[in-house]
């Protein structure tokens, strides 16, 4: 049997490990190991677009009506945050759905070791479009980055897992 801990280091850190006079050599492999949230990369339609936050990737189910609707399970909205620039290519997407120009994309979460340099994890948003668009906040009395943010729906999402040449990788649990 293995025994995971997580241990406060000095500062905002924590650190992960397992015990390893109880841990089987499939327990102390890589993946058991918790991942971080800092090196990630989004993809809209397969172009990288920078992200310095995104949130919300979420499944629920209320039961108070699990009984009386089919649909009941549903995904909320992600939130996607970046520092504007002159670009206005999120203002356009959101702007075409507001003219009721259908435009939904896949839109690919990618999460990377804590080196960034491995792909870990992904999270695919099928037909995704943005059902919210925010432009900065300004206050002359602050020096903070101008920041643009975006909600998007989404069809149902799924979750990939790279592969390589040991393994035959796939997805995670189905598609909802």
């Not at 809209?44 to 629920?60: A, K, P």
């Not at 009395?141 to 990939?160: K, N, P, Q, S, Y």
Request: charged share 30%; proline share 6%.
């Amino acid at each position: 049997m293995s025994v995971f801990q997580v241990e406060r280091a000095p500062g905002p850190a924590y650190h992960a490990r397992i015990d390893e006079t109880s841990a089987s050599a499939s327990d102390r492999q890589p993946e058991r190991e918790p991942l971080g949230s800092s090196h990630f990369r989004v993809l809209i339609d397969g172009v990288e677009v920078g992200f310095s936050f995104v949130g919300g990737l979420t499944s629920e189910t209320d039961p108070a009506e699990e009984d009386e609707r089919p649909d009941v399970n549903q995904w909320r909205r992600v939130v996607l945050r970046r520092a504007i620039t002159q670009s206005k290519d999120l203002f356009h997407w959101r702007q075409a759905v507001v003219e009721r120009r259908k435009d939904p994309r896949e839109v690919r979460i990618e999460q990377y070791d804590p080196a960034g340099e491995r792909l870990v994890n992904a999270f695919v948003l099928e037909d995704a479009w943005p059902c919210r668009w925010s432009g900065p906040a300004f206050d002359a009395m602050t020096a903070a980055v101008a920041m643009e943010e975006i909600e998007l729906c989404f069809r149902r999402v799924g979750w990939d897992y790279p592969t390589d040449d040991h393994t035959e990788g796939g997805r995670h649990g189905d598609r909802s």
